[in-house]
């Protein structure tokens, strides 16, 4: 199944010519992985914080398409290409219409404590699973 979420570019995303500033991609990339996490794997950056755990970036690769420009629309969409024992693998790509602007590959880690790496929680990889198994609507 895909993971969907629209951001509208905004002034803060652009450079002085009207253009998203690259490291802005990665900030919408941490946004659409936040919220999935809270509304897919039903556990949400705060309760995670709050309860001593996290899911920090592993690993971050990007490859930049076309440009996105101020007001613009990108339909985020986020695939799981693989669940680790305490990792997780996105493919995210992002689009406006028809024009591919971004594609990011993203590892995380889930880490409780001081930041040690710790098996996915039961009703977190319950709910992961249940979610890469599901058929695309």
Same mark, same amino acid.
């Given at each position: ?5 629209? !951001? +509208? !570019?905004?002034?803060?995303? %652009? ?15 941490? #946004? ?10 039903? +556990? #949400? ?7 001593? +755990? ?13 440009? #996105? ?12 290409? =693989? ?9 995210? +790509?992002?689009? %406006?219409?028809?024009?591919? =602007?971004?594609?990011? =590959? ?18 977190? =990889?319950?709910? !992961? ?9």
């Amino acid at each position: 199944m895909i993971y969907r979420r629209h !951001i +509208q !570019i905004e002034f803060n995303h %652009c450079d002085p010519a009207g253009i998203v500033f690259y490291p802005r991609y990665f900030e919408m990339t941490n #946004s659409v992985a936040e919220n999935f996490f809270r509304e897919v794997a039903g +556990q #949400s950056y705060a309760a995670m914080m709050r309860d001593l +755990q996290g899911v920090p970036t592993a690993r971050l690769e990007a490859d930049f398409h076309a440009p #996105s420009r101020l007001g613009e629309v990108l339909e985020w969409r986020m695939q799981l290409t =693989r669940l680790g024992r305490s990792s997780i693998d996105f493919g995210l +790509q992002a689009w %406006c219409g028809d024009e591919h =602007r971004v594609t990011v =590959r993203l590892v995380l880690v889930f880490v409780e404590g001081l930041g040690a790496p710790k098996p996915w929680p039961n009703d977190m =990889r319950a709910a !992961i699973t249940a979610f890469m198994e599901a058929p695309d609507a």
